[in-house]
């Protein structure tokens, strides 16, 4: 069954204001098993947008949703020009000091597991292995006729090859990779088939309105059962395929904690909301635990 789109959520007058407090967010990950949960929050020092912080990406951006990709063929040519022109900006993006502190997180066995929101790969890039990849990824392309995955990187060989000179300015970048064109920048902008049976290809993400496969969501599940604690970092838990696992983590009497700089939809169930950037607070999370976070250029 496939997910209605929930685009906006707002947050109820009685909710608990957040805090700058770390303590609790360092005495959990202290005592290990901490799984996290991450959204586009902790990709935004990397610049790449969120969707609902301030200035995010739906105040000017409706993302693409499966029923609109799958039903016309003018909505696939507008999504893979403008997604095309994305992958440049959004494939040089370097992993930041929130994606550095959970990776030292995971070295040092403070956290059990990782589920990101993000089709980013910057977890993975900032040295985190075994990222459960809840949306998908950027990287992969998948057909839907035959079922073929195949490299990103393949396909934009192919879509410049049919496009040369494709190369409009964008109004900006969303987290989904998707860059914000005109119609008319989109043009005739020349889509490509499967290589192998002619089909239909489609990133390997879960659009807007498409269901996270469910051995996906039973594989997360199990992550939040064996767990601590769950740690959600950077999301708003607007929509059911993260918030069902805070949910999860709170009926079956696991702390909940979040760092957000806005308030949640999970604000409610958690133990603790720290209103902090990401990076600066994983950091000190970081050197408070006694924990090194490696380099990187960005964040």
């Given at each position: 069954m496939r997910m209605r789109p929930t685009l906006s959520w707002t947050p109820a007058a009685d909710l608990p204001p957040g805090t700058t407090d770390l303590d609790p967010v360092v005495r959990a990950l202290s005592t290990?098993?901490?799984?996290v949960l991450s959204g586009a929050g902790i990709s935004t020092e990397s610049g790449i947008p969120d969707y609902r912080g301030?200035?995010?990406?739906?105040?000017?951006?409706?993302p693409m949703t499966y029923q609109d990709f799958t039903g016309s063929v003018h909505a696939r040519r507008r999504y893979w020009a403008r997604s095309h022109l994305g992958w440049r900006t959004f494939g040089r993006a370097l992993p930041n000091a929130g994606h550095r502190a959970v990776a030292a997180y995971t070295r040092h066995a403070h956290v059990s597991g990782v589920i990101t929101q993000n089709v980013d790969g910057l977890h993975q890039a900032a040295g985190s292995e075994d990222v459960v990849?809840?949306?998908g990824s950027l990287d992969r392309v998948v057909c839907l006729s035959c079922g073929?995955?195949?490299?990103?990187?393949?396909?934009?060989?192919?879509?410049?090859?049919?496009?040369?000179?494709?190369?409009?300015?964008?109004?900006?970048?969303?987290?989904d990779g998707d860059a914000d064109l005109t119609d008319a920048q989109v043009?005739?902008?020349r889509i490509v088939p499967c290589a192998h049976c002619g089909g239909v290809l489609k990133p390997d993400v879960v659009f807007f309105g498409e269901a996270v496969p469910p051995q996906r969501v039973e594989h997360c599940r199990r992550l939040v059962r064996e767990a601590s604690s769950l740690l959600v970092l950077g999301s708003s838990l607007t929509v059911m395929s993260g918030l069902r696992f805070v949910r999860q983590a709170?009926?079956?009497?696991?702390?909940?904690?979040i760092v957000n700089q806005d308030p949640t939809r999970g604000d409610p169930l958690a133990l603790t909301r720290v209103a902090l950037p990401l990076g600066p607070a994983l950091t000190t999370v970081a050197h408070r635990l006694g924990i090194p976070v490696g380099g990187g250029s960005a964040g």
């Amino acid at each position: 069954m496939r997910m209605r789109p929930t685009l906006s959520w707002t947050p109820a007058a009685d909710l608990p204001p957040g805090t700058t407090d770390l303590d609790p967010v360092v005495r959990a990950l202290s005592t290990g098993g901490v799984l996290v949960l991450s959204g586009a929050g902790i990709s935004t020092e990397s610049g790449i947008p969120d969707y609902r912080g301030k200035g995010g990406s739906l105040s000017r951006h409706t993302p693409m949703t499966y029923q609109d990709f799958t039903g016309s063929v003018h909505a696939r040519r507008r999504y893979w020009a403008r997604s095309h022109l994305g992958w440049r900006t959004f494939g040089r993006a370097l992993p930041n000091a929130g994606h550095r502190a959970v990776a030292a997180y995971t070295r040092h066995a403070h956290v059990s597991g990782v589920i990101t929101q993000n089709v980013d790969g910057l977890h993975q890039a900032a040295g985190s292995e075994d990222v459960v990849e809840l949306h998908g990824s950027l990287d992969r392309v998948v057909c839907l006729s035959c079922g073929a995955f195949s490299p990103r990187r393949e396909l934009a060989r192919r879509l410049e090859a049919e496009n040369p000179g494709f190369d409009p300015v964008a109004a900006g970048i969303n987290p989904d990779g998707d860059a914000d064109l005109t119609d008319a920048q989109v043009g005739d902008f020349r889509i490509v088939p499967c290589a192998h049976c002619g089909g239909v290809l489609k990133p390997d993400v879960v659009f807007f309105g498409e269901a996270v496969p469910p051995q996906r969501v039973e594989h997360c599940r199990r992550l939040v059962r064996e767990a601590s604690s769950l740690l959600v970092l950077g999301s708003s838990l607007t929509v059911m395929s993260g918030l069902r696992f805070v949910r999860q983590a709170h009926q079956e009497g696991k702390p909940v904690l979040i760092v957000n700089q806005d308030p949640t939809r999970g604000d409610p169930l958690a133990l603790t909301r720290v209103a902090l950037p990401l990076g600066p607070a994983l950091t000190t999370v970081a050197h408070r635990l006694g924990i090194p976070v490696g380099g990187g250029s960005a964040g």
